[in-house]
């Protein structure tokens, strides 16, 4: 909400000098944020001139200039810069006549854009000034011709200054307004906190006219089909002014104090009903009477009607949509934009204006559903005061009459179906009990009442009515914020809560911890990317991706669906790193996939407002609510290790990706085993699949190696990029309760290799899984360093070898002992695989 100064110096007492940078410190302390000072971009000296004479002179180009001849000052006096009175000066329109009145910007004027005015040769003349437009002042858009001060009911004397004429000096301060604070949006609500802030004095401007009773006019409410069991209008008031002269101007101070509030002049009549609403609250709306047919009825809209806009543009209707219609048809989309058939304009000489309180969801609605936001539904949509309307449509008939020489009557009418507002107990000591302040008696009550509320106090037991324009204020809860925020925050005291002891972190919690740390000790960087994926991402790497989750209102469009994989926004964050100049990546995210519960794509339909879901309803929701295991990928692109003196470069390849998996793995007390596999959007060729043994049971965990190049290529990505995804809930459901640290053995050591020629059918690990099982409880650790096929050796077959450390923890273990393991587990591979000891 932006607050023009002069404005609100109307509704409160500002303190002395006040500035928009104060007001704004002041409405933090209530509660309010501030966003930034508005100002005209414009300085002096800016005076009133009179056109004495021009020449009008035609130029070689087809243009014609006047040469003008202006008086700045009274007759014999000087002008404010010590400057001559009377002024030669070149202006290229031709809107104004000998003996107007316009704005002249004199030498050191500074315009928009940091324009500076200095005395210029031009077109043969030396201009000693500029004449100014209503655009160049930044009041309007009319760049057609200069602003002639009598055509806005003005007749200054010549060198009075234009800046405060035109309010030129005004400046608004902008504060950011909180959904639940929807009063705010209008100065009487902004000049209330500012007093509460300063305990300064409160003028409501509600009271700058009075009301009327109206009658004769048909106006029906028919809500057959009310959303949530709640009618779209509760009341509707409109009254009369008949007569108004609609080529008035508008008056400059309205027309500045409407631009620094954010909102440009359009006409004398809109911009009266855009003024009120902006200084009550009170959205407005003005029809020309002569063109309505019949009475008003507010009703939801029929299937296939339709409404053209103010805007032009022909709107197809939804059911759900509240219309103002006559028996022409419908005249306006309640709260949001009125119907172009009825607006005013330059003939209109009666008018009917209309003041209403709609239901706030359904203007929400409306306003999202037709993707048409306005002042006025923002304001509907936070609520507006039930009982400003009347004063409201007392205003507009009062600026209406004074500056449109209209007359209002009586002719009008007002259907009131709101509810009273209900009460709330507040037990004295309850504020006491929430913020933890003790608040007294007086200060409880003084404040309620100070905010709008009408306090009665009943058997120890407050009863407090909050105020029309309070529709936020419906519980105990909400009657003591207000007590806290209008005492002052700084009164609440700040205690950290003690923890528990013997608690600490849970078991899952401890997991996941040591999960991270594990890959950032490899030298990984954590990231968090959207979990939102386009359909084709969404299938790199799930096959069966055709009930993914989707949207029904995606943030982008082409990104509609939840994702079945933590791959492809890494892939999307390498591309973007890359694109930057960052060639060596470890990139890694910890997350939720979100996989289809009973491949349902809709979420069952639930009632709003206070009915609670019965069990039925709540069981078909949660039947729709998607799986959401956590996963945790990584990808590693460019070069582990960089080039350096005397060494190349090593580049990240599968094995990379599966050391940082059986890092994980190992972190959380597990032991991964690593077979060949087969994953889609992987190297055909370079694919393990990860599993762990739980209890003689084999559970697949994921997968690793290096991408298919033909996905890297597609990304623009190296053709070489390994990457590993692990199911984090499989891998927490087979953790141990408790990590078990090995023993550290005082003994030697007897390390051995075993090489063994096996047919190239045979899997690696499969083979390492026999050697470690048949070598016995001497073996302490076995590696896979070659994997050698070429020359030497028969065709169609392989040499693995193998490197095998055998200790014991009670002696030192001889090279005999050590053999004989070895000879067990070389019997144990020929037996099952066909292996040959190799030379």
């Given at each position: 909400?932006?607050?023009?100064?002069?404005?609100?110096?109307?509704?409160?007492?500002?303190?002395?000098?006040?500035?928009?940078?104060?007001?704004?410190?002041?409405?933090?302390?209530?509660?309010?944020?501030?966003?930034?000072?508005?100002?005209?971009?414009?300085?002096?000296?800016?005076?009133?001139?009179?056109?004495?004479?021009?020449?009008?002179?035609?130029?070689?180009?087809?243009?014609?200039?006047?040469?003008?001849?202006?008086?700045?000052?009274?007759?014999?006096?000087?002008?404010?810069?010590?400057?001559?009175?009377?002024?030669?000066?070149?202006?290229?329109?031709?809107?104004?006549?000998?003996?107007?009145?316009?704005?002249?910007?004199?030498?050191?004027?500074?315009?928009?854009?940091?324009?500076?005015?200095?005395?210029?040769?031009?077109?043969?003349?030396?201009?000693?000034?500029?004449?100014?437009?209503?655009?160049?002042?930044?009041?309007?858009?009319?760049?057609?011709?200069?602003?002639?001060?009598?055509?806005?009911?003005?007749?200054?004397?010549?060198?009075?200054?234009?800046?405060?004429?035109?309010?030129?000096?005004?400046?608004?301060a902008e504060v950011n307004v909180?959904?639940?604070?929807?009063?705010?949006?209008?100065?009487?609500?902004?000049?209330?906190?500012?007093?509460?802030?300063?305990?300064?004095?409160?003028?409501?401007?509600?009271?700058h006219a009075h009301p009327e009773?109206?009658?004769?006019?048909?106006?029906?409410?028919?809500?057959?089909?009310?959303?949530?069991?709640?009618?779209?209008?509760?009341?509707?008031?409109?009254?009369?002014?008949?007569?108004?002269?609609?080529?008035?101007?508008?008056?400059?101070?309205?027309?500045?104090?409407?631009?620094?509030?954010?909102?440009?002049?359009?006409?004398?009549?809109?911009?009266?009903?855009?003024?009120?609403?902006?200084?009550?609250?009170?959205?407005?709306?003005?029809?020309?009477?002569?063109?309505?047919?019949?009475?008003?009825?507010?009703?939801?809209?029929?299937?296939?009607?339709?409404?053209?806009?103010?805007?032009?543009?022909?709107?197809?209707?939804?059911?759900?949509?509240?219309?103002?219609?006559?028996?022409?048809?419908?005249?306006?989309?309640?709260?949001?934009?009125?119907?172009?058939?009825?607006?005013?304009?330059?003939?209109?000489?009666?008018?009917?204006?209309?003041?209403?309180?709609?239901?706030?969801?359904?203007?929400?609605?409306?306003?999202?559903?037709?993707?048409?936001?306005?002042?006025?539904?923002?304001?509907?949509?936070?609520?507006?005061?039930?009982?400003?309307?009347?004063?409201?449509?007392?205003?507009?008939?009062?600026?209406?009459?004074?500056?449109?020489?209209?007359?209002?009557?009586?002719?009008?009418?007002?259907?009131?179906?709101?509810?009273?507002?209900?009460?709330?107990?507040?037990?004295?000591?309850?504020?006491?009990?929430?913020?933890?302040?003790?608040?007294?008696?007086?200060?409880?009550?003084?404040?309620?009442?100070?905010?709008?509320?009408?306090?009665?106090?009943?058997?120890?037991?407050?009863?407090?009515?909050?105020?029309?324009?309070?529709?936020?204020?419906?519980?105990?809860?909400?009657?003591?914020?207000?007590?806290?925020?209008?005492?002052?925050?700084?009164?609440?005291?700040?205690?950290?809560?003690?923890?528990?002891?013997?608690?600490?972190?849970?078991?899952?919690?401890?997991?996941?911890?040591?999960?991270?740390?594990?890959?950032?000790?490899?030298?990984?960087?954590?990231?968090?990317?959207?979990?939102?994926?386009?359909?084709?991402?969404?299938?790199?790497?799930?096959?069966?991706?055709?009930?993914?989750?989707?949207?029904?209102?995606?943030?982008?469009?082409?990104?509609?669906?939840?994702?079945?994989?933590?791959?492809?926004?890494?892939?999307?964050?390498?591309?973007?790193?890359?694109?930057?100049?960052?060639?060596?990546?470890?990139?890694?995210?910890?997350?939720?996939?979100?996989?289809?519960?009973?491949?349902?794509?809709?979420?069952?339909?639930?009632?709003?407002?206070?009915?609670?879901?019965?069990?039925?309803?709540?069981?078909?929701?949660?039947?729709?609510?998607?799986?959401?295991?956590?996963?945790?990928?990584?990808?590693?692109?460019?070069?582990?290790?960089?080039?350096?003196?005397?060494?190349?470069?090593?580049?990240?390849?599968?094995?990379?990706?599966?050391?940082?998996?059986?890092?994980?793995?190992?972190?959380?007390?597990?032991?991964?085993?690593?077979?060949?596999?087969?994953?889609?959007?992987?190297?055909?060729?370079?694919?393990?699949?990860?599993?762990?043994?739980?209890?003689?049971?084999?559970?697949?965990?994921?997968?690793?190696?290096?991408?298919?190049?033909?996905?890297?290529?597609?990304?623009?990505?190296?053709?070489?990029?390994?990457?590993?995804?692990?199911?984090?809930?499989?891998?927490?459901?087979?953790?141990?309760?408790?990590?078990?640290?090995?023993?550290?053995?005082?003994?030697?050591?007897?390390?051995?290799?075993?090489?063994?020629?096996?047919?190239?059918?045979?899997?690696?690990?499969?083979?390492?899984?026999?050697?470690?099982?048949?070598?016995?409880?001497?073996?302490?650790?076995?590696?896979?360093?070659?994997?050698?096929?070429?020359?030497?050796?028969?065709?169609?077959?392989?040499?693995?070898?193998?490197?095998?450390?055998?200790?014991?923890?009670d002696r030192t273990l001889t090279?005999?002992?050590?053999?004989?393991?070895?000879?067990?587990?070389?019997?144990?591979?020929?037996?099952?695989?066909?292996?040959?000891?190799?030379?």
């Amino acid at each position: 909400m932006k607050v023009p100064m002069s404005w609100l110096a109307e509704a409160a007492t500002l303190r002395p000098n006040a500035t928009p940078e104060g007001v704004m410190a002041e409405l933090v302390k209530v509660g309010l944020e501030e966003e930034g000072v508005h100002k005209f971009d414009v300085q002096g000296p800016l005076v009133v001139g009179e056109v004495l004479e021009y020449v009008a002179e035609p130029q070689s180009n087809g243009k014609t200039i006047r040469w003008c001849q202006v008086r700045v000052a009274a007759a014999g006096k000087t002008a404010a810069d010590g400057g001559a009175d009377v002024r030669g000066i070149v202006c290229g329109a031709s809107n104004f006549e000998v003996g107007d009145k316009v704005v002249v910007c004199l030498p050191g004027a500074v315009l928009p854009g940091n324009f500076v005015i200095a005395a210029r040769s031009t077109y043969g003349h030396v201009s000693d000034g500029m004449m100014a437009s209503g655009r160049e002042l930044s009041l309007n858009d009319d760049h057609g011709g200069i602003l002639v001060l009598q055509r806005m009911g003005l007749d200054p004397k010549v060198g009075t200054d234009a800046l405060e004429l035109l309010s030129l000096d005004d400046q608004a301060a902008e504060v950011n307004v909180t959904p639940d604070r929807g009063y705010c949006f209008s100065i009487r609500g902004i000049a209330r906190e500012y007093s509460h802030a300063t305990n300064t004095l409160f003028r409501d401007p509600a009271g700058h006219a009075h009301p009327e009773a109206v009658h004769g006019y048909s106006v029906t409410i028919d809500d057959a089909a009310p959303i949530r069991g709640k009618a779209g209008c509760d009341r509707f008031t409109v009254r009369a002014v008949r007569n108004v002269d609609p080529s008035r101007p508008t008056p400059p101070w309205m027309v500045s104090r409407l631009k620094l509030a954010g909102m440009r002049s359009i006409s004398l009549i809109v911009d009266i009903t855009n003024y009120v609403m902006l200084e009550l609250g009170q959205p407005l709306h003005a029809y020309d009477l002569d063109k309505l047919t019949g009475g008003i009825t507010v009703r939801r809209a029929n299937p296939g009607e339709t409404l053209k806009t103010l805007d032009g543009q022909v709107r197809k209707l939804h059911v759900e949509d509240l219309l103002i219609t006559d028996e022409s048809g419908a005249i306006g989309l309640a709260g949001v934009m009125g119907g172009e058939s009825t607006e005013v304009s330059d003939t209109t000489r009666n008018v009917l204006i209309e003041a209403a309180h709609f239901d706030p969801i359904t203007i929400a609605r409306s306003a999202r559903r037709h993707r048409l936001p306005s002042e006025a539904s923002k304001r509907f949509e936070r609520g507006v005061d039930t009982a400003i309307g009347a004063h409201a449509i007392a205003r507009v008939v009062q600026l209406l009459e004074v500056h449109a020489f209209g007359a209002g009557d009586s002719f009008g009418a007002d259907v009131n179906n709101v509810v009273p507002i209900q009460p709330v107990a507040l037990p004295l000591d309850f504020a006491e009990q929430l913020v933890g302040v003790a608040y007294t008696e007086f200060e409880i009550v003084s404040t309620l009442e100070a905010i709008g509320c009408q306090v009665k106090m009943a058997d120890g037991v407050l009863e407090v009515t909050p105020p029309t324009w309070r529709p936020d204020l419906r519980h105990k809860t909400d009657l003591v914020e207000e007590v806290a925020r209008i005492n002052g925050y700084e009164r609440i005291g700040a205690r950290l809560p003690v923890a528990p002891p013997g608690r600490g972190l849970t078991k899952r919690q401890k997991l996941r911890r040591n999960a991270l740390n594990a890959l950032v000790g490899t030298s990984a960087v954590e990231v968090l990317n959207y979990p939102f994926l386009s359909t084709e991402a969404n299938r790199w790497f799930v096959r069966d991706a055709d009930f993914a989750v989707r949207l029904a209102n995606p943030i982008q469009e082409d990104a509609p669906e939840l994702r079945l994989s933590l791959l492809p926004g890494l892939i999307e964050a390498a591309r973007r790193n890359l694109s930057r100049g960052l060639t060596d990546l470890a990139l890694f995210e910890e997350g939720s996939v979100f996989i289809p519960a009973n491949k349902v794509v809709k979420t069952a339909d639930l009632p709003v407002g206070n009915v609670r879901p019965n069990e039925k309803q709540l069981k078909a929701v949660l039947d729709t609510i998607p799986e959401q295991p956590k996963h945790l990928a990584a990808i590693f692109l460019g070069d582990r290790i960089d080039a350096q003196v005397a060494t190349k470069a090593v580049s990240y390849d599968y094995s990379d990706a599966i050391h940082a998996a059986r890092a994980v793995v190992e972190s959380l007390g597990a032991r991964l085993t690593v077979r060949q596999g087969q994953h889609k959007g992987f190297h055909p060729g370079r694919t393990a699949e990860l599993v762990v043994t739980d209890q003689g049971r084999i559970v697949s965990i994921g997968f690793a190696g290096e991408l298919d190049p033909s996905l890297t290529k597609a990304q623009d990505l190296p053709r070489r990029v390994a990457a590993f995804e692990l199911n984090l809930e499989k891998l927490y459901s087979v953790a141990p309760d408790a990590l078990q640290a090995s023993p550290i053995y005082t003994f030697p050591a007897a390390t051995q290799d075993l090489s063994l020629l096996v047919s190239q059918e045979v899997v690696a690990g499969e083979l390492l899984q026999l050697i470690k099982q048949e070598s016995g409880e001497l073996l302490e650790d076995i590696r896979l360093v070659d994997d050698y096929r070429g020359s030497n050796i028969p065709d169609g077959t392989k040499s693995l070898t193998f490197a095998l450390r055998f200790r014991a923890a009670d002696r030192t273990l001889t090279q005999v002992e050590a053999t004989a393991a070895r000879d067990n587990a070389v019997a144990a591979a020929k037996a099952k695989y066909g292996a040959e000891l190799r030379a």
